[in-house]
């Protein structure tokens, strides 16, 4: 069973029919016209369009899974990917949840705990506190560590529920918001600290794990450029200007960390870095947006490799056979209301060109005449561009942008085009700050 919708469940139907394993989709009223449904096996409808009501729905995923007599439950990213309780549910039932084991989504899901187990593997993390039992205990800790700092929940992640405190006279009202914020979200208040870390690179790492002990690393990923909104744009491996001896660190980081927690199938782990220093910042449990360009360097199918070893098929390859080659590049394609601060934009597209050629990587759903429901992320396209050198997929990039064609809604397409064409990010020295100044440039 495919339990999500858009690219993904494009992506995750892509793998399992090069395996030969039938597919199950699932789909809300909004998404029956949708590219996932047409394309796998069966599909059938859990429910209306807002994802509460079928995406989200557990009892009618499960139920539709059991009927239709799935063995596996591939979640995709997002919705319930990450959800320990869904993964156990699965389980309960007979039906393989792939990713790691519930208690591991669990561990992770509560980053203030992620923080202290991956640190008891001996990895670097970022400074800071467990979470807080007052604002007082906040202000000790801010005293000790010092400002400008940061509150996040640990419900969190992604930056929900994050606030940054200058001084200890913003402390207190910086904490119940962050408090009241963190329970509306989560329904989890609980916050913790952490020394604001200035103008570091996002830098995570891909690993992926057998159910044996079998774990290798694929590298990392420099996905510093972010909109405000900590929404990804552009994401990139090798990242450029990383230290040998960083990149290494950072490689053995993540394995340490990855194999201190017992990790199966495939995982991220998020790291800061500020010059040579590299800090833990949070896993991810689910295979991420941006994998491809991950699959492009290092030729390997993460989602393949994903479904194997669910089915308790071993890795059957250690670290060092495995070669990354070349440089990949991938933009992301959001449809957004220039009109409405960007807001996601819903409706229909009238034209629509991709592009192809060397080195052009497209994984969409999109179709010319699909409407774009309102109720869902506004991705609607990932080009991934693979050279021999970082100049080499700069350049597909951008001829490959400017082959794309989409009429009926705004898209992303003309900010990634400028983000390429700063000097900084040409030169591969650029930051978080990257896009943060000028919040919506198009
Ligand atoms: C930070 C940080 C600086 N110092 N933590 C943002 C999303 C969430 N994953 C964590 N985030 C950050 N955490 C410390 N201690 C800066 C950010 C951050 C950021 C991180 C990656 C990419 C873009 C960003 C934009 C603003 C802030």
């Known amino acids: 069973m495919i339990a999500n919708r858009g690219e993904i469940a494009l992506r995750i139907n892509r793998a399992c029919q090069e395996l030969g394993v039938a597919t199950v989709a699932i789909f809300s009223e909004a998404d029956r016209d ?9 599909a059938f409808c859990v429910g209306p369009g807002p994802a509460g009501r079928s995406y989200l729905n557990i009892p009618n995923i499960i139920s539709t899974a059991l009927i239709t007599r799935c063995d596996a439950i591939h979640p995709g990213y997002g919705f319930l ?3 320990a309780r869904f993964a156990e549910i699965c389980n309960d039932h007979g039906l393989t949840f792939i990713g790691p084991k519930p208690s591991v989504i669990a561990l992770m899901g509560d980053k203030a705990t992620a923080k202290r187990i991956v640190q008891d593997a001996g990895v670097p993390t970022t400074p800071g506190s467990d979470v807080l039992a007052s604002p007082r205990q906040a202000e000790e800790v801010a005293a000790a560590i010092g400002f400008p700092l940061l509150l996040k929940a640990t419900a969190g992640g992604g930056g929900r529920g994050m606030r940054v405190v200058y001084d200890a006279a913003d402390l207190e009202r910086a904490y119940s918001g962050a408090t009241a914020e963190a329970e509306a979200s989560f329904k989890d208040g609980r916050v913790y600290i952490e020394k604001l870390i200035e103008a ?26 972010q909109k405000p909104s900590h929404q990804k744009l552009i994401e990139e491996t090798p990242a450029p200007h990383l230290p040998s001896g960083t990149r290494e660190a950072l490689h053995e980081m993540a394995l340490r960390a990855a194999r201190h927690v017992g990790y199966t199938n495939a995982g991220t782990l998020e790291f800061l870095v500020a010059g040579e220093d590299v800090y833990f910042m949070e896993m991810n449990t689910r295979i991420q947006v941006e994998h491809p360009v991950t699959e492009m360097v290092y030729n390997i199918d993460l989602v393949k490799e994903q479904i194997r070893v669910a089915a308790g098929e071993p890795l059957g390859y250690t670290q060092g056979d495995l ?11 959001n449809a957004e209301d220039p009109e409405n601060h960007f807001a996601p934009a819903a409706g229909t597209v009238s034209k629509l060109v991709f592009p192809g050629g060397p080195g052009i990587r497209v994984d ?22 693979l050279g021999d ?54």
């Open 364 to 385: 969409t759903h999109l179709y010319a005449g699909a409407t774009i429901p309102p109720y869902y992320d506004s991705m609607i396209a990932k080009i991934i561009a």
């Open 81 to 83: 990917a990450e959800n």
């Open 34 to 42: 949708s590219m996932h449904v047409r394309q796998a096996d069966e």
């Open 389 to 442: 050198t970082r100049e080499v997929a700069i350049a597909r990039m951008e001829r490959a942008l400017r082959e794309t064609l989409v009429e009926g809604v705004n898209t992303t397409i003309g900010l990634c085009l400028e983000v390429l064409a700063t000097p900084e990010f040409r030169e591969g020295h650029y930051n978080i700050e990257l896009l943060q100044k000028q919040p919506t440039r198009r």
């Open 200 to 225: 570091p690179r996002h830098v995570e790492m891909q690993v992926l794990g057998d159910e044996f002990g079998n774990l290798v690393h694929l590298g990392e990923r420099d996905c510093s450029v």
């Open 323 to 333: 070669v990354a080659r070349g440089h990949a590049i991938e933009c992301r394609i």
